[in-house]
């Protein structure tokens, strides 16, 4: 699946007026702002594939110092119509793969919300959380969501479609339908034998071709550069503890909530 051409989508004028209009923060990410609340005065905070500033109205006038960022000039061109530069607030396009343009250890806190982190190929992720790991500070926190693998599974089951009401029984086998189709040859075996997989899901119409992990894998993945690793799904604050619940969880994104480890850069 080419995901290369995520970032064509990205730029076009209906996904940015898309963005333009979501304006609520998700549950997990309700809860993570309660919980540094205390310390953002004081925090520097990095911005990662803002899009049109969804979270920008929640989090720059809480902070020291803002900035949001997207390798999309368009994204970031609505954020500046919308919330008009100041020196404590800013934007700019950057690629998370390279940015080159900001100090190593500069930020307190970084995030890449609503799953944008998944629109790259997996060597370029393993950039990205390296590039990321290299401008927090040790101690910084890093909080970002992924497409778990496990609500792909589902989905992508004729057999998990079943249900008493028959007008999601029939909804969710025409989504099945689709991703088969769209995602040929891909079985469901080897979906079920994969830590993570690059698929087109149904956001923007099935356009987008989107990496979806499983939580232990992702923890593992963070692992070399985070510790103290939280989870949550995206629908509530209701933390996802053991093993047990996180392979169980077919919840469609799950945020995470790490802190940058001291290891050298
Ligand atoms: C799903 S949208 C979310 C936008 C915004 N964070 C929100 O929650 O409304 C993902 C955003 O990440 C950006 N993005 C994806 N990959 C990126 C990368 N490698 N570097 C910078 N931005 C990226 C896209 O351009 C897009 O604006």
């Not at 333009?20 to 540094?36: G, H, M, V």
């Not at 690059?198 to 987008?208: A, G, M, T, Y």
């Not at 093993?243 to 969880?249: G, K, M």
Request: charge should be negative; glycine fraction near 4%.
């Amino acid at each position: 699946m080419p995901v290369s051409q995520n970032q064509a989508i990205y730029k076009s004028a209906n996904i940015i007026k898309y963005y333009e209009q979501i304006n609520d923060l998700q549950p997990a990410e309700k809860t993570i702002l309660d919980r540094l609340s205390a310390q953002l005065p004081t925090m520097k905070m990095l911005d990662i594939g803002v899009g049109a500033g969804r979270t920008t109205q929640y989090f720059c006038d809480r902070t020291a110092y803002y900035i949001g960022v997207d390798y999309s000039p368009e994204m970031i061109n609505a954020c500046k119509q919308r919330f008009p530069e100041t020196v404590k607030r800013q934007f700019q396009v950057c690629d998370a793969r390279n940015m080159s343009g900001f100090e190593d250890q500069q930020f307190d806190f970084v995030l890449f919300s609503f799953n944008g982190i998944d629109y790259v190929d997996h060597d370029d992720r393993l950039t990205i959380l390296k590039e990321i790991h290299r401008v927090t500070k040790p101690g910084g926190i890093f909080c970002f969501s992924s497409h778990n693998l496990q609500s792909f599974e589902t989905a992508f089951s004729f057999k998990s479609q079943w249900s008493w009401n028959p007008i999601a029984t029939y909804t969710n086998l025409v989504i099945a339908g689709i991703l088969k189709l769209l995602n040929r040859p891909l079985t469901l075996k080897e979906v079920q034998e994969s830590s993570h997989k690059i698929v087109k899901d149904e956001s923007h119409n099935f356009q987008l071709s989107s990496y979806y992990i499983r939580p232990s894998a992702q923890i593992e993945q963070l692992s070399h550069w985070f510790e103290d690793i939280q989870i949550y799904s995206w629908k509530n604050d209701i933390e996802l503890v053991s093993q047990a619940d996180r392979l169980v969880n077919t919840d469609q994104w799950i945020y995470y909530y790490c802190t940058s480890n001291s290891c050298k850069i």
